[in-house]
């Protein structure tokens, strides 16, 4: 049997090394974010080869820091680690969802459920503003189909009931969901209403028409 002075010498080993592995992993973390908002951008512009390569890139830096998490697996659940893996969920995702692919699953993408979930939440967010940059286009149609992804979304969500400490905060997520999908679909509304009303007004050239007919 060891003694407690052995005993701590080893504990005091794993959690050297599980310190360092720390240290490794948060520059990784940080670059994934990075790299995130990078192809989130990219999908908005539709510069699909740069977002497709990009993608690429993120999914193989998860795999990569999986690997490196094998000798350390709680600091997978570590909140940077997790926060990070959300903001790639919801960059992949939203990258389906523009160039009008399948949306991943968790498993595609080597993620777990929770950061997951929470990664499509907040990717309606910017599905929000592909729908205001169709409204301001007249792709009214395009407009309709992302709203009605977010109308799925909120209510899919609302199913999910379990405990803060489990979902990682989708309720907090959810609620805020529902203000954008209000938002949303009162811009579309009255979008809709404002193409009604230009279709019932005479053009410029109508009434410069009109004013010469009157005119002796």
């Known amino acids: 049997m060891a003694s407690l002075s052995e005993i701590l010498t080893l504990i005091r080993q794993r959690l050297d090394r599980k310190e360092e592995l720390r240290e490794q992993v948060l520059p990784l973390a940080r ?6 908002a990078a192809l989130i951008k990219n999908a908005h512009r539709k510069e699909w080869d ?6 690429k890139v993120l999914l193989e830096a998860v795999s990569e820091l999986k690997v490196k998490l094998t000798e350390a697996p709680d ?11 959300k903001e790639v969920a919801e960059a992949c995702i939203v990258y389906a969802l523009l160039k009008d692919e399948p949306v991943p699953s968790p498993e595609d993408l080597g993620i777990y459920d929770a950061p997951y979930l929470n990664g499509l939440l907040e990717a309606m967010g910017e599905l929000r503003r592909a729908i205001l940059d169709a409204i301001r286009s007249e792709d009214l149609s395009t407009a309709e189909k992302f709203l009605a992804i977010m109308d799925e979304v909120y209510f899919e969500a609302m199913t999910f009931d379990q405990a803060d400490a489990i979902t990682q905060g989708a309720r907090r997520r959810t609620d805020a969901l529902r203000a954008i999908l209000e938002r949303t679909r009162s811009d579309i509304t009255l979008a809709y209403q404002y193409r009604k009303l230009s279709n019932l007004l005479p053009t410029l050239g109508e009434v410069t028409e009109n004013e010469n007919e009157l005119l002796p």
């Open 50 to 55: 740069e977002a497709q390569n990009r993608r």
């Open 75 to 85: 600091l997978w659940f570590a909140g940077f680690v997790q926060d990070a893996l």
């Open 31 to 36: 670059q994934l974010i990075r790299e995130s």
